[in-house]
């Protein structure tokens, strides 16, 4: 089917960058929307940022002016940059992408990367 493959992620101090990306592969026609969500130890999954094919972005206020999603269509990837990084924003961060398959192309089907450890020390 699909696979999504998240690089990057890591430690950094406060105030630091760090980058990910996440690259699908597989059965895939098109990818609609992708993006990031987080989940911090002991809190529920929240949206970071998504983007549309055509480059239109929505991001989580928490994150605003700090990271910026983008995406590469011809290589299927999506990329996160985070910059001025906060110890509130250690957490597992998981690609997703709305892929329609090329068996059938009539359905979206959401799919999820397997998770990239951003640890932010103080």
């Known amino acids: 089917q699909v696979q999504l493959v998240e690089s990057g992620g890591g430690l950094v101090q406060a105030g630091g960058s760090l980058s990910l990306s996440c690259a699908a592969s597989g059965s895939i026609f098109s990818i609609d929307a992708m993006g990031w969500y987080r989940r911090a130890p002991g809190k529920q999954r929240e949206l970071v940022a998504g983007i549309t094919t055509g480059g239109s972005t929505n991001y989580s206020d928490s994150v605003k002016g700090r990271f910026t999603v983008s995406r590469d269509n011809a290589k299927n990837t999506v990329y996160l940059q985070m910059n001025s990084l906060k110890p509130e924003d250690t957490a597992v961060y998981y690609c997703?992408?709305?892929?329609?398959?090329?068996?059938?192309?009539?359905?979206?089907?959401?799919?999820w990367g397997q998770g990239t450890q951003v640890t932010v020390s103080s």
């Open positions: 997703h992408a709305a892929v329609r398959l090329g068996g059938n192309i009539g359905r979206l089907y959401l799919y």
